[in-house]
């Protein structure tokens, strides 16, 4: 329900990493995302990639498993829309049997890539992964979560830019509440009407008005 980089709790983003290939052989290529707490990488199967050339650009461990999808796309546009599941071989955790705990770096490994695309158009990685925001304390409204990538091969260690996410909530105020009578007696009913707004910055699901009855004596 939220705009541009706005994100509540429960709400997922989509990343979207890009890496340009140098011409010859990149070897042992490793990219991994530097989730902050609280997001989780969600291994839901929704992780895409493609391998953007105009044919000279391949991997050794990502290839086409699958007849009808590619991960190897004739472009020089890294704006293009991956859609070619990477393999869960190629997914692994920070910290391997924490099935993805919040704030846990997915490191995606695209083995030996070999460009042979020799000409003036640069190639490139892309990645496409999800994660969600999650329900913990330190999520709350203002404030941001920031991401960036890391890059990793033979002679090479470079960081991304960083992406910002702000964090918003729904604040339930009551405003006002009033009965139709001012005096009852034993028997009589008293109708409540409860006025309460929603002055935050997204949608509040699941609203519970609880109420508690006075007593007297």
């Known amino acids: 329900d939220t705009a541009g980089n706005n994100l509540t709790i ?8 890009v890496v340009q290939i140098p011409e010859g052989n990149t070897d042992n290529l490793q990219i991994a995302d530097l989730l902050p707490s609280g997001l989780r990488y ?16 391949v991997s050794s461990t990502i290839t086409d498993g ?12 890294p704006s293009v829309t ?18 993805f705990a919040a704030g846990e770096n997915p490191i995606f490994s ?11 158009n640069s190639e490139f990685v892309v ?7 999650e329900n913990v304390a330190s999520n709350q409204d203002p404030g941001t979560l920031d991401n ?23 604040a339930i105020n009551t405003v006002d509440i009033q009965t139709d009578i ?16 929603n002055t935050g910055n997204s949608t509040a699901y699941e609203v519970w008005l609880l109420a508690n009855p006075a007593t007297s004596t």
Request: proline content about 6%.
């Open 42 to 57: 969600l291994d839901d199967s929704s992780t895409k990639i493609a391998l953007i050339s105009e044919g000279g650009l």
């Open 10 to 17: 429960g709400e997922i983003a989509r990343y979207r990493l």
């Open 66 to 77: 699958d007849p009808g999808a590619s991960p190897n796309l004739a472009s020089s546009n």
């Open 182 to 197: 001012q005096r009852a007696d034993a028997g009589d009913t008293v109708n409540f009407t409860v006025t309460y707004t």
């Open 148 to 170: 960036q990538f890391n890059v990793t091969a033979t002679n090479t260690d470079l960081n991304s830019n960083v992406v910002s996410i702000n964090l918003v909530e729904p």
């Open 127 to 133: 990645i496409e992964f999800n994660a969600i925001v």
């Open 110 to 120: 695209l083995g030996n890539l070999t460009n042979t695309d020799n000409d003036l």
């Open 82 to 99: 991956p859609d070619f599941d990477l393999p869960p071989g190629a997914i692994a955790e920070e910290n391997p049997d924490n099935n």
